[in-house]
């Protein structure tokens, strides 16, 4: 064994004695000790992790029921066996191999009336469970608003209801989005009165023709983007509304990316908002995006996320008076800006330099062109290197696809690409300033085995090390590119590499030729 290896074996050693000092005296595993938790959304990235979190790190938890909604031709028990035969769970497999029995599926759909659950399901509800994380969404920026309100604001009036009827509620954690206000440019931890009320939205939802709705809908969003934004809004005017008298907390996480350590560092199952660009860029697909380089670009880490939920249900639950008739019924729920900006802000240019710096030490077998990118705020530019470097391409090769009868593609992924494109510009070409002191505070507030087991310090994560470890996961968890793979995606991308300047040197000599052509044209 080498000198290193001793010295990773005993540092390990070193490491462990002290998670177990560490551990000793949690506040928040004896909080969960012998509980029932519903959990909604956890078949979602977050919920994903929220789901391993809790199993793993509060192992004495009772039960933890999934709220899952049933998918033509696939059985739920197959679809969650899937979801933990992850190499997210390999932790938790390693310490508790009998972690599944724990975990009971209620079959439901948050976009239907009382949940679409059953009348047997809803009674176990009631009678056991003690703590709500309410973390199901449709997160899709362009969804239809019918399907948005139904699952985004009616779903939450029905988890509260649902909430309402629980005899052993100590805590009810709804997990909205620092973006819900984002019309609004200084966004403090309180509710903001909501353009239209979530009722109402319900009830235009539900009393007006699909076809209809969809006309109207931009008149709706006003200055909201799009109906993830607008109905995330919506649902947090009927948790101010639902709330009243029960253990309720808002928890708003700004960008949610990779995980930064627990339970395995980069981590991440999804190619939304800003991991799309980096998975983007680094197969050679996307090449510009319409961004204001030096704005704030507010991203944290879905492991931090998820133990600053459940420390939030802890503190809701502490501070809970203990039965709803002692309950104030006009406090409101406490807010939690959950955002990075604040204590480790971090711009677009810094965030691109970073994954461009650690994304090009470990390139991809999947790509397909050389790493060429830029970030424009101008809109002109954008268009520019889009008809340049997207557009031409795509033509080009598509013809090609063609003439050799094979099936084009690169048009519809470009097409794709651009309607991501400006789903993520609208938040890349601003800037936001948000307010955290509760979520500083109730850090502040744990206790040290907890700062320690459940950390959600952003003081302390350091940028360069984690997009080492995100790069790193977007390649093996999102393009399954295993790193015994770099010898050979090094030889490839460096082919590609020249290959783009072959071209490059081709284009140019076609650029001076017709120059040369026009002079002598216009000379002669």
């Known amino acids: 064994m080498a000198l290193t290896d ?85 932790k938790l497999r390693k310490q508790a191999p009998d972690f599944i029995e724990k975990i009971s599926v209620i079959e439901g759909d948050v976009g239907q009336l009382n949940l ?37 604001v009616r779903g939450t009036r029905e988890i509260l209801t649902l909430a309402r009827s629980c005899t052993k509620l100590r805590a009810h954690v709804h997990i909205s989005t620092a973006y819900s206000n984002c019309p609004i ?125 459940i420390a939030t249900a802890w503190k809701t639950a502490k501070d809970y008076p203990g039965n709803h008739e002692e309950a104030p019924m006009d406090q409101l729920p406490t807010v939690y800006n959950y955002v990075s900006s604040v204590e480790r802000p971090l711009t677009w240019e810094l965030f691109m330099k970073h994954t461009e710096i650690y994304g090009l030490q470990v390139p991809s077998m999947q790509a397909v062109w050389t790493y060429l990118f830029w970030l424009t705020p101008s809109k002109f530019l954008y268009n520019l290197f889009c008809f340049f470097l997207h557009w031409i391409p795509a033509y080009i090769v598509d013809a090609i696809a063609i003439m050799i009868g094979k099936k084009p593609m690169l048009r519809k992924a470009y097409k794709k690409i651009e309607k991501f494109s400006a789903v993520i510009g609208y938040f890349a070409l601003r800037e936001w300033k948000f307010h955290n002191d509760n979520a500083q505070n109730l850090f502040k507030e744990l206790c040290d085995a907890d700062k320690h087991i459940f950390n959600f310090n952003m003081r302390t994560l350091d940028w360069e090390t984690y997009f080492k470890s995100y790069v790193r996961g977007i390649r093996l968890y999102l393009l399954k590119d295993p790193l015994d ?35 002598r044209f216009i000379i002669g």
């Not at 009772?62 to 969650?80: A, V």
């Not at 973390?135 to 920026?141: D, I, M, N, P, W």
């Open 185 to 309: 440019r200084e966004i403090d931890e309180k509710f903001y009165e909501s353009s239209l009320s979530g009722e109402k939205l319900i009830d235009l939802v539900e009393n007006i023709d699909e076809k209809t709705l969809n006309t109207i809908t931009p008149g709706l969003l006003g200055d909201f983007p799009n109906t993830y934004a607008y109905t995330k809004s919506a649902a947090e005017d009927i948790v101010q509304k639902y709330s009243k008298g029960l253990p309720v907390a808002l928890f708003r996480p700004s960008i949610v990316i990779a995980t930064a350590d627990e339970p395995v560092s980069g981590w991440i199952d999804n190619v939304y908002g800003p991991t799309g660009v980096v998975v983007g860029a680094a197969v050679g697909l996307l090449h510009v995006l319409n961004c204001s380089p030096k704005a704030l670009a507010d991203l944290v880490p879905g492991d931090l996320v998820v133990n600053g939920c």
């Open 6 to 90: 001793h010295t990773d074996l005993k540092m390990t050693k070193i490491l462990e004695h002290s998670d177990v000092d560490k551990n000793a005296g949690s506040q928040i595993q004896k909080l969960f000790s012998g509980s029932t938790v519903l959990l909604t959304g956890g078949t979602g990235f977050l919920g994903k992790l929220l789901v391993e979190k809790l199993l793993r790190s509060c192992p004495d938890v009772k039960k933890l029921y999934l709220l899952t909604r049933p998918k033509k031709n696939k059985d739920i028990l197959k679809r969650l066996q899937e979801q933990f035969d992850d190499a997210l769970y390999d």
């Open 116 to 152: 679409g659950i059953s009348d047997e399901d809803r009674v176990k509800i009631m009678n056991e469970v003690e703590y709500i994380f309410h973390g199901a969404a449709t997160v899709r920026f362009d969804e239809a608003l019918k399907t948005a309100v139904e699952i985004n």
């Open 485 to 519: 793979t770099l010898p050979q995606s090094r030889k490839k991308h460096f082919k590609l590499k020249i290959m783009h300047y072959i071209c490059l040197s081709v284009i140019c000599l076609a650029l001076l030729r017709l120059c040369w052509f026009l002079a």
